[in-house]
């Protein structure tokens, strides 16, 4: 290697090819002076080329060049998603190993929670469960091996309460880097905490990650368990592509097996909870019983159709123009929620309504592309880009909206998977402007059809805000919003949820 460096530096590249290539050494230098004389067939390019081909979910052309600890990951991650399920089924079933003959408690397994994560997730855990706990019910709430150090942030304690919930995390001395290894940590952590809380019942939101720690918990608990689907796991793996490589990724065999697991832990669950309607009939036309599926839809504190904010006192608090029209959104800032369609057609607004205000609430991997969009169409003054808020700001962010809009794409996700974004805006008597998706039509008030639009339609979308913009906001309309939202409070959806928690507490595990 020393001799080949040599003849590099002394501007021999011929031999230094020669003797790069009698070598079968790997390091840095050798991967260097690789790149630098263009020799295309590396252990470092053969990495990087197999790391590329299993983020697009190619396991097999990945594993014909992977190496190593690159290697034993793709591997560990296949076989897991591909046969974990067949695994933990093969497991003896307890008998029940909780000491009291009437358990009473619920383990909640999650991603992430407040107050570390305030996301649309991490607000539908926190209420639901809230709701649930002020019925009596006893809930524990576990959250993913790590969380949340591996997001970037502290955790100061192991176990905290919030607003009556209690939260525990899972902080090993070690963190586990195969996939498989966290399953059993998180599985191992469930079984602890069931034990130790007289659990009856074991729920888990996606994706399978969750789902086989959860199925595995309750095979060695012999508790019965739930699966709550707030997405669709392969589809919303898609997301993240361009749209030039989903067809590609869409026929990987990742995709497949996570639409195929996904599948099998809803099968093999006690129970299944979705968002939606129309998410219930796709999972049923998937093979899932319909008699074990239940919706129970995302909600709203009750506290905010009964004390809403005040407009201009919510805007005067945020450093909003107080006489402006403000229409915007709170939101994830990612590519399919379609938030640049708001960013385009500001222009147009303005021309009609020089007093248009743009407020996104939120960051993701999409806000720099939307700051830059903004500055190339010269309309950064006129846009409020709030970032990520704590989640008790949120009231007024909502309650400072002419206009609340979800300009989501047409795609899978998006016309199966509701969001929560809309009912809290609906809550403050705020009219909602959504893209005609069938998820977003469960969330639309049926007399009010005409807020929802055609997706990635900027004429449509500008019209009709310019419109609203000059028609001033009815109260009767605002009544309307209030009315829908009182439909959604958290308080119904837990009702839903502890007749659930109920009937399982009593049946046999399957």
């Not at 998937?286 to 599926?293: A, C, F, P, Q, S």
């Not at 939101?331 to 743009?358: F, K, M």
């Not at 939307?370 to 009231?395: C, S, W």
């Not at 639309?444 to 990635?456: A, C, I, S, V």
Request: glycine share 4%; proline share 6%; aromatic share 6%.
């Amino acid at each position: 290697m020393a001799s080949a460096l040599a003849d590099f530096i002394s501007d021999n590249p011929q031999d230094a090819r020669e003797k790069l290539s009698a070598t079968r050494n790997s390091g840095i230098i050798r991967d260097a002076l690789c790149v630098a004389l263009d020799i295309t067939d590396t252990p470092l390019r053969r990495q990087s080329k197999a790391r590329q081909l299993w983020r697009l979910g190619d396991w097999e052309a990945a594993l014909e060049l992977a190496q190593g600890r690159l290697r034993q990951h793709i591997t560990d991650e296949r076989e897991t998603i591909t046969h974990g399920i067949d695994r933990i089924a093969a497991l003896p079933r307890s008998s029940g190993t909780i000491p009291s003959s009437k358990p009473t408690g619920v383990i909640y397994s999650l991603t992430n929670s407040l107050p570390s994560s305030t996301a649309g997730y991490a607000q539908r855990s926190h209420q639901l469960l809230k709701a649930v706990t002020q019925q009596g019910i006893d809930v524990t709430a576990s959250t993913r091996p790590g969380y949340p150090v591996i997001i970037g942030k502290l955790a100061s304690n192991e176990a905290f309460c919030l607003n009556g919930v209690m939260y525990r995390r899972n902080m090993p001395w070690i963190m586990p880097t195969k996939v498989s290894q966290k399953i059993r940590l998180e599985a191992d952590r469930i079984v602890e905490l069931a034990r130790r809380n007289n659990a009856g019942v074991l729920h888990c939101t996606t994706d399978w990650v969750h789902g086989l720690a959860t199925f595995e918990a309750a095979r060695r608990t012999g508790l019965p368990w739930i699966y709550e689907m707030r997405g669709q796991r392969e589809d919303t793996w898609l997301t993240q592509f361009p749209d030039s490589l989903i067809p590609r990724c869409e026929t990987s065999s990742r995709y497949k097996s996570l639409r195929r697991i996904e599948t099998q832990l809803a099968t093999a669950a006690n129970a299944v909870i979705v968002l939606s309607e129309v998410q219930k009939k796709e999972l049923v036309e998937r093979g899932v019983d319909n008699r074990k599926v239940a919706v129970v839809p995302n909600g709203v504190e009750e506290t905010l159709i009964n004390h809403p904010r005040d407009k201009a006192t919510s805007r005067q608090s945020l450093s909003l123009p107080t006489d402006g029209f403000i229409y915007g959104t709170v939101s994830s800032v990612v590519a399919y929620e379609g938030i640049d369609l708001l960013v385009r057609i500001l222009p147009r607004v303005l021309e009609e309504v020089p007093t248009a205000h743009l407020v996104i609430v939120g960051d993701g991997s999409a806000l720099p592309s939307l700051r830059k969009m903004a500055d190339q169409l010269r309309v950064h003054e006129h846009i409020t880009f709030a970032g990520a808020v704590p989640y008790e700001e949120t009231p007024s962010w909502y309650a400072s909206f002419d206009v609340f809009c979800i300009p989501r794409i047409d795609s899978r996700v998006t016309q199966t998977i509701t969001p929560l974004k809309s009912i809290p805006a609906l809550a403050c008597g705020v009219p909602v402007l959504a893209s005609n998706l069938s998820a977003l039509r469960e969330i639309t008030p049926p007399t009010e059809r005409q807020w929802l639009l055609p997706p990635d339609n900027d004429s449509v979308w500008s019209d009709r805000l310019t419109t609203m913009a000059v028609e001033p906001l009815s109260e009767s309309t605002s009544q309307i919003c209030r009315a829908f939202a009182q439909l959604r409070i958290w308080k119904q959806s837990s009702r839903a949820l502890t007749e659930i928690y109920e009937q399982l507490g009593h049946m046999e595990v399957l």
